[in-house]
């Protein structure tokens, strides 16, 4: 459990810089109920207050109702969602999918970036099928932060909307430590 939440960290750390980077301003960071996930939330939140002059606040999702009034209420410019870590995936992306379709139908403001797990999982394409979710996402940037242990890459991506589906567009690219690489490949053996 230690080696996970220090990957966490790592992984935390950049995401936090990537979202300064990206010129974000307010920040909201939206998390499951569980350890894992709360230390990439903490991580990046602290991680983006040393890069910016913005502010940010972590909510845990154990009532997707009660947070989608506090997201709109808050009024972020982006809201990261970190759903990826402990949960099982069926879990994960069945309260991914609710929240999206609850704030699609609330209209809660502001870019979205989603945690890679998400994405792999095929969560951010299951919540596309509901046509609200997907005229929802279409009208906002939609991001996904991939990282790649073998060239010790992070990459944020911004999502573009083709023909026939959506195109992932690298738009930062950075480092990360052969420490970092190191962990997440025992993490992806898992």
Known sequence: MEKEIYLRLLTGKVVGKAVADLGVNKLAIVHPKNIIC??????????????TEGVTRTFM???TEKLVEELS????DVILLQYGGESPVEETKKAFVELM???????VEGDIIIHVRTYLMGAFEEALQDEAV?????????FVYTLDAEEGKFYM??????????????????????????LLKESLKK
């Open 73 to 76: 209420d808050y009024g972020a």
């Open 101 to 107: 379709k609850k704030m699609a139908e609330e209209g």
């Open 61 to 63: 999702n154990d009532d």
């Open 157 to 182: 991506n911004e999502f573009l909307e083709g023909e026939e589906e959506y195109i992932l567009a690298p738009v930062l690219e950075y480092d990360i430590s052969v420490e970092h690489s190191k």
């Open 38 to 51: 709360a230390s990439i939330a903490a991580a990046t939140g602290a991680s983006f207050l040393n890069h």
């Open 134 to 142: 997907h005229e929802y996402l279409s009208e906002r940037g939609v």
